[in-house]
């Protein structure tokens, strides 16, 4: 029996989380997947922000219909595939020309083209894709294949988002880990953990 204590770090499911989220992986031994929580839709459980050429834009991953209050493990993607298209496609416009685009993108593709139809059953997907791709040693939990509780969010320090060279002219924070990993391949980890890259 899996039992949560102080250390524990407790999160939404999130689309290829931004570098805060898998800082604070980073930070703390044990991170558990909070999978039975309520949908939000103003969240990053179902999208991402990727750089662009004029900035920065969304990938969202379309939902069915769903009733409020739904767990984000009841959560059906739409069965239509073509957003798994275009995410790639936008992934593709956006970072074939980044220095580690060819080193990601064979794993990426067989990810989103998975044949998950649930949200929580591919969100999970890329988040342990991340964790496992920046080298975290941390161990990350599902917590509906766990008997928890009383679930209780540990606090985390404060953040401070490093800055480091991007694909485009400028720099925007608030990008998933994709971008990050597209740009500095094996050193991602080191930047998120201890700073700046210029």
Not at 107 to 131: G, N, R, V
Not at 160 to 189: A, E, I, W
């Amino acid at each position: 029996m899996s039992t949560s204590t102080d250390a524990d770090l407790i999160l939404a499911p999130e689309y290829f989380p931004g570098l805060e989220t898998m800082w604070r992986i980073a930070s703390s031994p044990i991170c558990r997947i909070n999978d039975l929580k309520q949908y939000s839709r103003q969240s990053f459980e179902n999208r991402c922000r990727v750089r662009n050429p004029d900035g920065w834009q969304w990938l969202t991953i379309p939902l069915q219909k769903l009733s409020l209050g739904t767990p984000v493990r009841n959560v059906l993607l739409e069965a239509n595939p073509g957003w798994r298209k275009r995410h790639l496609k936008g992934l593709r416009y956006n970072y074939s020309t980044s220095p580690y685009y060819e080193y990601y993108i064979d794993d990426l593709t067989e990810l989103i083209d998975s044949p998950s139809e649930s949200l929580a059953e591919l969100t999970i997907a890329s988040m342990k894709w991340t964790h496992k791709v920046l080298g975290i040693a941390s161990s990350m939990h599902i917590l509906s294949d766990s008997h928890e509780v009383d679930v209780t969010h540990c606090a985390s320090e404060l953040y401070h988002h490093p800055v480091y060279r991007q694909n485009f002219k400028g720099f925007f924070t608030g990008m998933s880990s994709l971008d990050l990993l597209f740009n500095h391949g094996p050193d991602s980890l080191n930047i998120l953990l201890n700073g700046n890259q210029s």
